[in-house]
């Protein structure tokens, strides 16, 4: 059965018909869409790797981040077996003290002036203590900034995987239309 009046629309948009400047439109480069679709893929898979390797820095980031914050931990539990053995030698001294013989205002000068040199020791501890909990709170919110630009990163990253699907079955459609399409032309151009 043969069309050989009028045109013959197909998927692709082209008409075919009895003409032949009406056919010549077949001619045009089809893998040209296709060559900027792979670049647009490889360029995308170009800046996903950059992002990938930004991530594993951030990782490595936040791992120091938390061996020093374990360090920190460390030390703040060495300061706190310090304090029990000055607190111990404190008590010591202070048992000693009651053994020897003394009057009541040498006990209580010297009582006075351990009480001085402790509260010394304590406040001088206590501005330690604050400045490892400012030091930790620190590093505390440094490390939450750091997981949530990582987030950040994984979800541009999911994004970027959702829009490179999207592209290759794009570019699987286009390029099936077009196996069809070369499929079709010459039963086309045979029914004419």
Same mark, same amino acid.
Do not use: W
């Given at each position: 059965?043969s069309?050989s009046? @009028?045109?013959?629309?197909n998927?692709? @948009?082209?008409?075919y018909?009895?003409?032949? =400047? &009406?056919a =010549?439109?077949?001619?045009?480069n089809?893998?040209l869409?296709a060559q900027?679709?792979? !670049? &647009?893929?490889? +360029?995308?898979?170009?800046?996903?790797e950059?992002?990938f *390797?930004? *991530?594993?820095?951030?990782?490595?980031?936040?791992e @120091?981040?938390e061996?020093?914050? +374990?360090?920190?931990?460390?030390?703040s539990?060495?300061?706190?077996?310090?304090?029990?053995?000055?607190?111990?030698h404190?008590?010591?001294?202070c048992n000693?003290?009651? =053994?020897i013989?003394k009057t009541?205002?040498?006990k209580?000068?010297?009582c006075?002036?351990?009480? &001085?040199k402790?509260?010394?020791?304590?406040?001088?501890?206590a501005t330690?203590?604050?400045?490892?909990?400012?030091?930790? !709170?620190?590093?505390s919110?440094?490390?939450?900034?750091?997981?949530?630009a990582?987030?950040k /990163?994984q !979800?541009?990253?999911?994004?970027?995987?959702?829009?490179?699907?999207? /592209?290759?079955?794009?570019? %699987?459609? %286009?390029?099936?239309?077009?196996?069809?399409f070369?499929?079709?032309?010459?039963a =086309?151009?045979? @029914?004419?």
């Amino acid at each position: 059965m043969s069309k050989s009046q @009028g045109n013959v629309p197909n998927r692709l @948009g082209l008409n075919y018909g009895a003409k032949a =400047s &009406k056919a =010549s439109k077949v001619n045009e480069n089809p893998t040209l869409p296709a060559q900027k679709m792979q !670049d &647009k893929i490889k +360029e995308l898979e170009r800046r996903f790797e950059e992002q990938f *390797s930004q *991530s594993e820095k951030m990782q490595d980031n936040i791992e @120091g981040l938390e061996r020093r914050l +374990e360090e920190q931990f460390n030390q703040s539990e060495k300061m706190q077996d310090q304090i029990k053995v000055l607190e111990r030698h404190l008590e010591e001294r202070c048992n000693q003290n009651e =053994s020897i013989e003394k009057t009541r205002d040498q006990k209580s000068e010297y009582c006075n002036s351990q009480t &001085k040199k402790l509260g010394e020791t304590v406040k001088k501890l206590a501005t330690l203590a604050l400045q490892l909990k400012n030091r930790i !709170d620190e590093d505390s919110q440094r490390q939450n900034r750091e997981r949530e630009a990582q987030d950040k /990163i994984q !979800d541009v990253q999911s994004a970027m995987q959702k829009i490179l699907a999207t /592209i290759m079955e794009q570019q %699987h459609k %286009h390029i099936s239309d077009m196996i069809e399409f070369q499929i079709q032309l010459p039963a =086309s151009i045979r @029914g004419e």
